[in-house]
């Protein structure tokens, strides 16, 4: 009895040091996704370990979760895995068990190092378990045992004496959980090796402070369209149900991949035809976006939204014209608006073709729009001076790869965690009438020594343009800042005329690559 009380003592205090570690600071969603899987396991009712129960009970999606739609769970499943590797590969590499998430499914594993009565290791003193709360409890009750499992695994919630048994067969457990061990390495292996290079998954959602911009005072994001549950965006933004507009009527699409976001959900229903819409806030500057995607097949010139803010003179805006083409993410973006003498901000949708998927009311600066920060990466980041780097958007091609090499020695290291690497480019809105400086975060992720030794200068190269202008030709990362971060910086960048920075990363030898881009207007 003791021998089996003191292996799943272990496996729940092996839970509480992963999630309490250094490894899992501040990862939100994996740290939840962990945490779900595992009480499911402790609990034994590992059925509920599903990909829908994962994004509602433990990723915060709605009831609606569409995993056609959504990749959250999967994305997180493939990160959760690199982090643990790297997590036993380091930190937790002496523990005596150790979690392991099989490629493909979402019921963890427990590997044993040693025989069942596992004497609890100095590491694990003190961590609270089920077994110090429950008492005599564990003493009568149920144990499932799956069949279907390499090891047999305890799916527990009390335990019997009928188990008690098991001990007798040590020597056989052993031998198959030295194999699990070998199993788990070599897919761990293949697949960070594979994913290093690979990665083209969604990013995950993640969990940060209320106000995720970098603005203070109040902020709206709502949706358009009746009936529309509220929605947590990839950058922790909550999305309310469309509580401000009246007319018109509602749309809704399913099955579209919407290029230029990973919130397809934002555009997937709206408010379309004569509407109006009205944002209660205080007297101040506010910065006004408009969110759209054709979802119709419409070619160019076959819609136009017609529409005006506090009854200023109509704007009128063709969008598959202006994202480029149709289920294509665009956005248009209004500075300096005030709210009129009833303390609203109306907008005014004109003509029965108009058409909205969702709205944002933003804190503004006077004659300048708000700083863009976008962080290459499934995860916003929140660097020293408290500025908020939303993760990865407006992009068009190439993947995303995790750098593992330690950055703690360099200011604000986290910007440079992942990279966009590929042939790709980034359209990002912008209000038109103004200049922006332009500064780009490079970091030489795979060539050089301390990348493992692998080629070095001029194994990287590339050019990098702006609305048409050469930036860097023949851009070597590595020529100019070896295995160091480096950022360039571009004042007086204009945008075009329909109020777009786009940027084009062009191969030379391999792939372009890029940690973080920033916009600061002028």
């Not at 939840?32 to 599903?50: D, H, N, P, Q």
Request: charged share 20%; net charge negative.
């Amino acid at each position: 009895m003791q021998s089996v009380v003191h292996r799943v003592d272990v496996e729940r205090a092996e839970v509480e040091l992963v999630l309490n570690s250094r490894a899992f600071a501040r990862t939100g969603n994996l740290g939840r996704f962990l945490a779900f899987v595992c009480e499911k396991y402790f609990e034994g009712t590992t059925t509920e370990i599903k990909e829908y129960s994962i994004a509602v009970q433990a990723l915060g999606r709605p009831p609606d979760f569409d995993p056609q739609l959504d990749t959250v769970v999967r994305v997180t499943a493939h990160n959760l895995r690199k982090r643990l590797e790297l997590y036993y590969a380091n930190e937790g590499a002496d523990h005596p068990v150790q979690i392991c998430l099989p490629p493909g499914h979402y019921v963890p594993q427990f590997v044993h190092r040693g025989e069942l009565d596992v004497t609890m290791p100095k590491a694990y003193a003190g961590v609270p378990n089920e077994f110090d709360i429950l008492g005599e409890q564990t003493e009568s009750g149920s144990l499932s045992v799956r069949p279907d499992s390499p090891e047999p695994r305890l799916e527990i919630s009390t335990i019997p004496d009928s188990i008690r048994s098991r001990a007798k067969h040590r020597s056989r457990t052993i031998v198959v959980a030295t194999a699990i061990i070998l199993s788990c390495l070599a897919a761990a292996l293949i697949y960070y090796l594979w994913s290093r290079k690979t990665e083209t998954k969604l990013p995950a959602q993640v969990n940060l402070p209320a106000t995720p911009l970098n603005v203070s005072g109040p902020q709206i994001h709502a949706l358009a369209g009746s009936g529309r549950a509220a929605y947590v965006d990839r950058a922790s933004l909550s999305w309310q149900s469309d509580r401000f507009c009246s007319g018109g009527t509602t749309f809704s699409v399913t099955g579209h991949t919407i290029l230029g976001t990973d919130d397809a959900q934002l555009f997937s229903s709206g408010r379309r035809g004569i509407f109006k819409c009205s944002y209660p806030v205080p007297p101040g500057i506010y910065e006004v976006h408009l969110l759209f995607a054709e979802t119709s097949g419409l070619q160019e010139n076959s819609r136009n939204v017609v529409f005006s803010i506090n009854g200023a003179t109509p704007s009128n805006v063709d969008v598959v014209d202006d994202a480029g083409g149709d289920d294509i993410a665009t956005a248009k973006i209004y500075t300096d608006v005030e709210p009129a003498k009833d303390g609203m901000i109306h907008i005014d949708f004109n003509t029965q073709e108009s058409f909205v998927n969702a709205i944002e009311v933003l804190p503004g600066i006077p004659h300048r729009m708000l700083p863009v920060t976008i962080v290459a990466g499934h995860s916003a980041y929140r660097d020293t001076d408290g500025n908020l780097w939303l993760p990865d958007r407006y992009f068009f091609g190439g993947r995303l790869s995790w750098f593992v090499g330690d950055l703690s020695k360099f200011p604000n290291g986290g910007l440079y965690e992942w990279h966009r690497f590929g042939h790709f480019r980034y359209v990002i809105p912008v209000a038109i009438g103004t200049k922006y400086t332009l500064k780009l975060y490079f970091l030489e992720h795979w060539f050089g020594v301390q990348n493992g030794g692998v080629g070095g200068v001029g194994s990287r190269v590339f050019d990098v343009s702006c609305n048409g202008n050469m930036l860097l030709k023949d851009f070597d990362i590595y020529r100019e800042a070896g295995s160091g971060p480096l950022v360039k910086t571009f004042p007086h960048m204009g945008p075009t005329a329909q109020g777009k920075i786009e940027l084009y990363f062009t191969p030379g030898v391999n792939y372009p690559s890029i940690s973080a881009i920033e916009l600061i207007p002028e």
